[in-house]
């Protein structure tokens, strides 16, 4: 079984910046990061995928220019770095990742994902 934790949540002002981490403790191809604020549906903010060519990211647009996802493969961790945060922003974070050697798929749907972290609270305030 496979498990995904997740770090570096919190509560941080409007225009601030949090790094959130996802370790795993297997080899993934693809790693994602979803949202949740209270009353709204899961959505898509950023994902990160190895690919026989190289890697791939792509993001969601609300968070674009904001945010950077980023992996250290020899650690199996992914990273979140979300910069000028809004509180629109505020949401459980989860981690969610494919394992496998390489992911060429659609990774900015939570169907993708074989694997989900237990979330981690991020709280911005204005």
């Known amino acids: 079984q496979v498990q995904l934790v997740e770090s570096g949540g919190g509560l941080v002002q409007a225009g601030g910046s949090l790094r959130l981490s996802c370790r795993a403790s297997?080899?993934?191809?693809?790693m994602g990061w979803f949202r949740q604020a209270p009353g709204n549906e899961r959505e898509f903010v950023a994902a990160?995928?190895?690919?026989?060519?190289?890697?791939?990211?792509t993001y969601a647009d609300s968070v674009k220019g904001r945010f950077t996802i980023s992996r250290d493969n020899a650690k199996n961790t992914v990273y979140l770095q979300m910069n000028s945060l809004k509180p629109e922003d505020t949401a459980v974070y989860y981690c969610?990742?494919?394992?496998?050697?390489?992911?060429?798929?659609?990774?900015?749907?939570?169907?993708?994902?074989?694997?989900w972290g237990q979330g981690t609270q991020v709280t911005v305030s204005s």
């Open positions: 969610a990742a494919v394992m496998s050697t390489y992911y060429s798929g659609r990774i900015y749907t939570s169907e993708t994902y074989d694997y």
């Open positions: 297997g080899r993934t191809s693809a």
């Open positions: 990160i995928s190895i690919t026989r060519s190289g890697s791939s990211t």
